[in-house]
């Protein structure tokens, strides 16, 4: 299994910064509003410095003290006011660049080609869209506004500290050798550590998930044992990742709150020295020493949502990686000039390995039953898949009236061929929804005659809202075979002339659904089928039957044809008739 790709930094780095190019406006209007929030805060240290020189000079007045307090008063509620509307801009602007991000993520899922979810597994990708986006939604939402507000808020009490005295405020920059050097060690091998913490929920994703899905074969093969010995492995290595980002945090904090309090004793050291010998005013000491101790809060502010930056850093990759899975298929191409499926010296392998397909060649024919079947591993699924145009062959060319399958763009493919599995799946929304999935611009009544097709109009009719009533898993309950019949009216309206069946896998298994047999022969009637048979009378009631074996085509004819020639298929014929006596004809 190769995971999804995970984004370089660059590539975040970019897609990052369109991001904030298109919320450039709301950004600013923000940052403007903090930015006065901030001047106001700056206010009463000053006024206290004012203050204090005064009383130093004796020209404390009551006067004075009333202004000071109504300076105080007002640049408080200025503050409280402005605080408020900054805070409920940046939380919109955060939800608006939060559901951009998740539209832009849903988007390159929905265009993630089938065969790489297939090879990178659901747990990978499920992971992606659950704890990624849960982390992407704290940073997007209050880590990154909460950053951005704390460096306005550090500059501006930085410059009012220069404007105060300089020389008072260099001080505090004794403290920053341990903060740059703490924070550059801390992220150099903390980022690292992040995403192999979320690679590690992943994994632990992927087994649960897996377990759960596959819980009956799990009883049955009494893998249960295994599975639990892999969880633990899972949570290990989830608890060392933990105990590693862990750690880097212990060391970190303490370091840096030592370094703000390192900062405010030395500047009201440093400030005080200065004041004794009248360099600066007492005044000014005190104000610039309010200011480090001010200046703390969104210091540390920005120290600790590195953290979650980081986090969100990480995750951001792993989803922008999503986007880098390119659908290889173009959007628009030639439209094939007939119906005809042609296999020419097809050989395929899947990813590195072996072929596991060798020069197959074969000429499908409009209209016609086509069997495929043979031993099991012999490639016929393989083929179906081929067919179906999910994959393109190593070598060779399979073409649908003369363009290359794996070329077509999906919707114009899927209007020609569709491969039919067993997810009848029943989405959330209306019959009619449900239905113009295979075909949106379906009229209400072209969607009930493919209703009718598959003998499901009657009862449809009877559901409480007709074509409106809601299905899914909150909506009116269906029986199995009604909701077949709903795949099947699906397929019916998608209307590709050639559809194939794997029937190992397909919903269309007449055993199971005797009574749907009049739906399915509907659903069938006037196209191609390709058969992967698992069952011989498949093979027996079909124009052709295709034999494979290792890879290769190794007879083909009608089942009378094959019979004469006492090769594989007669003698998987009588194996198949001397095991199951009773459904030979
Ligand atoms: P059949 O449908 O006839 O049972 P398949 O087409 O499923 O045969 O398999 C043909 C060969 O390809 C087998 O050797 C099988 O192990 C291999 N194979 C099938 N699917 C995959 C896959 N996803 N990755 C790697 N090998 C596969």
Redesign the pocket.
């Known amino acids: 299994m190769s995971a999804l790709p995970i984004a370089s930094f660059p590539e975040v780095r970019a897609f990052a910064r369109t991001l904030i190019r298109r919320h450039r406006g709301s950004l600013a209007i923000m940052l403007s509003l903090y930015a006065v929030a901030a001047v106001a805060a700056l206010v009463p240290a000053y006024v206290i410095g004012i203050l204090i020189n005064d009383a130093t000079t004796h020209a404390l007045s009551d006067a004075r003290i009333t202004a000071a307090l109504e300076v105080l008063a007002s640049s408080s509620l200025a503050y409280g006011a402005l605080t408020f509307f900054a805070r409920r801009r940046s939380y919109i602007l955060g939800e608006r660049v939060f559901a951009d991000l998740r539209d832009s993520f849903l988007q390159s899922v929905l265009n993630l080609p089938l065969l790489e979810v297939?090879r990178a597994g659901t747990g990978d990708l499920l992971s992606r869209t659950t704890s990624d986006v849960e982390a992407m939604s704290r940073t997007v939402r209050f880590a990154m506004p909460e950053w951005l507000v704390a460096i306005v808020q550090t500059l501006l009490t930085f410059a009012a500290m220069a404007l105060v005295s300089p020389l008072a405020s260099l001080a505090c920059l004794v403290s920053m050798p341990f903060l740059f050097f703490a924070t550059r060690h801390y992220l150099r091998y903390a980022t690292p550590g992040y995403r192999r913490e979320r690679i590690s929920y992943a994994s632990l994703a992927g087994t649960v998930s897996e377990t759960a899905e596959g819980a009956r074969t799990v009883d049955a093969l009494q893998l249960a044992d295994r599975q639990n010995r892999r969880i633990e492995a899972n949570l290990r290595e989830n608890f060392y990742a933990e105990m590693y980002t862990l750690l880097m945090r212990m060391i970190w904090f303490p370091i840096t709150e030592g370094a703000f309090a390192l900062a405010v004793a030395a500047t009201l050291g440093w400030s005080g020295l200065l004041a004794l010998h009248h360099v600066i005013t007492i005044g000014a000491a005190t104000t610039v020493t309010l200011y480090v101790v001010q200046i703390n809060d969104p210091l540390d502010r920005i120290v600790s949502w590195l953290d979650e930056l980081q986090m969100g850093q990480s995750s951001l990759a792993r989803l922008v990686g999503v986007s880098a899975v390119r659908d290889t298929r173009p959007l628009s191409g030639p439209e094939p000039s007939d119906e005809e499926l042609r296999v020419e010296h097809v050989h395929y392998a899947?990813?590195e390995?072996r072929d596991?397909l060798h020069d197959v060649s074969l000429v499908i024919r409009p209209g016609e039953r086509l069997a495929i079947v043979?031993p099991?591993?012999?490639?016929?699924?393989?083929?179906g898949r081929l067919l179906a145009g999910m994959d393109a062959p190593t070598s060779g060319s399979l073409t649908l009236g003369g363009v290359a399958v794996s070329d077509m763009p999906l919707a114009s493919l899927r209007r020609h061929v569709l491969l039919v599995t067993q997810e009848h799946h029943i989405f959330l929304g209306t019959v009619r929804d449900n239905l113009a999935l295979a075909h949106p611009e379906a009229t209400d009544p072209a969607i009930e005659e493919a209703l009718d097709a598959v003998d499901a109009l009657d009862w449809v009719r009877l559901l409480p809202r007709g074509l409106d009533t809601e299905l899914g898993t909150t909506g009116h309950p269906l029986s199995p075979a009604h909701a077949q019949q709903i795949a099947l009216a699906r397929l019916v309206l998608a209307d590709p002339h050639t559809l194939i069946l794997d029937e190992a896998t397909a919903l269309l298994d007449p055993r199971a659904a005797r009574h749907l047999e009049r739906s399915l022969s509907a659903v069938l009637e006037g196209r191609t089928v390709i058969a992967?048979a698992h069952r011989l009378h498949t093979a027996h009631d079909a124009d052709r039957v295709c034999v494979?074996r290792d890879?290769r085509i190794v007879e083909l004819g009608s089942h009378d044809e094959l019979l004469a020639l006492h090769g594989d298929y007669a003698a998987l014929w009588r194996s198949w008739r001397h095991e199951t006596p009773s459904s030979a004809s």
């Open positions: 297939e899947y990813g390995g596991v043979g099991s591993g012999a490639g016929k699924s393989t083929l992967i494979m890879g």
